[in-house]
């Protein structure tokens, strides 16, 4: 198995999870705008950058250095299922890139830049690991968005306190 399979492995079950969530996001005008601090990005947004992730496997894979420009601006979803077509696109992107990666591809390092200027430079391993956990964590957050909006939240390791489900049943 390479080092791109096993990774897929991962993938392939954080974005399982991660479709079942976004499902659940409502982009309507009452949820759109929520935002649970002032420091908090909108759901909208938040939920957008969600499905955006998987194309980080992508660009890791598919380049050595990524300058962000400084007016980057950021897409948002205008409803669910504009969310989810992101969404379903970037998973596919993703896991075609990591289908055809090798070894070789993997062992080199990947780099960071903002406006010109040197984030950080790591070996591509890591950086996919840490855009998982990027994703993850903002997931996370649209949970938390959810509960406090009164909205059902999917099990992710198993049942969630919204499930339907005894133990021993």
Do not use: C
């Amino acid at each position: 198995m390479t080092l791109a399979q096993t990774i897929t492995l991962d993938f392939d079950e954080e974005m399982q999870n991660t479709r079942k969530l976004l499902e659940r996001v409502p982009l309507d005008d009452k949820h759109r705008n929520y935002k649970p601090h002032e420091k908090s990005m909108p759901l909208d947004r938040l939920a957008t950058h969600v499905a955006e992730l998987p194309s980080w496997q992508k660009m890791a894979l598919d380049t050595e250095v990524f300058d962000l420009p400084a007016d980057f601006k950021p897409v948002v979803a205008s409803s669910t299922a504009q969310l989810l077509e992101i969404f379903d696109k970037n998973v596919a992107d993703a896991k075609a890139a990591l289908a055809k990666a090798t070894d070789e591809d993997l062992a080199k390092t990947w780099t960071f830049q903002f406006a010109g200027h040197h984030v950080f430079t790591a070996p591509r391993p890591n950086v996919l690991r840490s855009f998982l956990n990027h994703l993850i964590h903002h997931r996370a957050q649209v949970g938390v968005y959810l509960r406090e909006n009164n909205i059902p939240i999917p099990g992710m390791y198993g049942p969630s306190a919204d499930d339907n489900w005894q133990p021993g049943a």
